[in-house]
């Protein structure tokens, strides 16, 4: 039997920011990128550069890649994929963005009767 995971649980990390950004090189996109050169204040650690990802961030393996409410995320394309998760209290359920509409409701109906979380 796992032991209920709540959100609170993981850890929380800066928002790790590209070098420069903000700073002289507005033109760039804010995903982050590792800081190159000798004379990268951010590669040489500089506080008030901002952070860089560290090992030290990630979250324990039970919970790594859950969902923020905890449950462990499916996705789902057809009714017999819903079928397959019966009695899944630990599981929210995503449709896929392949499914027309009208499946697309069929599902969600089934998700309800199985008392799955329903993500989209």
Known sequence: ????????????HPRFRRPNVGHTRKRLDDKWRKPRGIDNKQALKRAHMGALPRVGYKNPRAIRGLHPSGKREVLVRSAKDIAALKGGADVAVRISAS???????????MAGELNLKLLN
């Open 1 to 12: 039997m796992k032991p209920k995971i709540l959100r609170s649980k993981k850890k929380s």
């Open 99 to 109: 499914v027309g509409s009208k499946k697309r409701e069929q599902l969600a109906k």
